[in-house]
């Protein structure tokens, strides 16, 4: 009863959504390293900004280059910098391994709910003829003398 047309959209969905997930969990990384070399307005102390924003781009550069490389290999000389990158590339590892299980698991449940949608069309279909055998026609001499 299944029609592979409408598992296919269901699919086809899914891995849409999975490629939109990982877009955005990439740019996340990216705000993360930001995030992690912004200074911090509630310290009491002295912050050097420069070196802040020195480091924020070292540490963009090396995160675009972990994402190019298959093994995540970047260069870095800056413990800071090596250390918010290998944050980031976990954060979204394990983000996108989440939301891999996530759409896995809603895939096969909208797969499973067709079956349900396709049972309610063919049930509001029967019910429709159950309505129109009930309902009585209405004469059309009740509108004739009602000029009024």
């Known amino acids: 009863m299944l029609n592979r047309r409408n598992l296919r959209i269901k699919v086809m969905q899914s891995l849409f959504a999975l490629h939109q997930s990982r877009e955005a969990n990439y740019q996340l990384a990216f705000d993360r390293v930001r995030d992690r070399f912004t ?13 802040l924003a020195a480091q924020s781009q070292r540490a963009s ?42 759409y896995r698991v809603q895939m096969v449940r909208e797969a499973e709910r067709i079956y349900h949608h396709y049972i309610a069309v063919l049930s509001l279909a029967a019910a429709m003829v159950g ?10 001499r009740n509108f004739l003398k009602n000029t009024g």
Do not use: G, H, T
């Not at 200074?39 to 070196?51: A, G, K």
């Not at 309505?131 to 059309?140: E, L, Y």
């Open 39 to 51: 200074p911090d307005l509630n310290s009491m102390e002295v912050q050097d900004r420069d070196l």
């Open 61 to 102: 550069k090396a995160l675009a280059q972990a994402f190019e490389d298959e093994q995540r290999r970047f260069d870095s000389d800056d413990e800071a910098v090596s250390a918010a990158v290998r944050e980031a590339l976990s954060a979204y590892d394990e983000q996108c391994a989440r939301d891999k299980r996530s």
């Open 131 to 140: 309505v129109a055998r009930s309902d009585r026609k209405v004469s059309i």
